[in-house]
């Protein structure tokens, strides 16, 4: 019986998640328009996340899932997810009218750069690591 390998379907989708979590998020608090506007503004910041992350999750289908890679992917994952979540966090925090929240909000504006590049050397470290691993086991 043949296995049959999806680890590129679903690199991609991962990526493909990414992005769509990112319209989503955006969408709902300013608009489908302004969701666009902001991933062609950001494009070279939030295309390079994506496909980071939709490397490593299919560098961990594709290998054997043992505890340590399963943690590596888990953390550099939410790290990508989280700058992410920070990168769009101050459209979300423009809707709550509490005083002392736009204050955090100007902040998350402001570094929401680096928030992805956070993101981005998180997955140059994860895929390092998945590569290494999968050497180490036969390449499989």
């Given amino acids: 019986m043949v296995k ?9 989708l991962a990526g493909i998640g990414l ?21 062609r503004s950001l494009w070279y910041l939030i295309f390079p996340l994506a496909i980071g992350f939709g ?14 890679m399963t943690g590596t992917v888990a953390a550099t994952g939410t790290i990508s ?10 459209f979300l925090l423009q809707a709550i009218p509490f005083i002392g929240i736009s204050g955090l909000a100007i902040v998350l504006t402001k570094y929401q750069s680096w928030f992805l590049i956070i993101g981005i050397l998180s ?10 691993h999968k050497r180490k086991m036969g390449g499989e």
């Fill in 4 to 12: 049959k390998n999806n680890s590129i379907l679903y690199g991609i």
């Fill in 19 to 39: 992005i769509l979590f990112y319209l989503t998020v955006v969408s709902i608090f300013q608009g489908m328009g302004f969701a666009f506007l902001n991933l």
């Fill in 55 to 68: 490397m490593q999750i299919g560098l961990y289908t594709s290998i054997k899932h043992t505890a340590q």
């Fill in 81 to 90: 997810g989280g700058s992410m979540i920070a990168c769009c966090s101050h």
């Fill in 123 to 132: 997955n140059i470290i994860g895929i390092t690591l998945l590569i290494r």
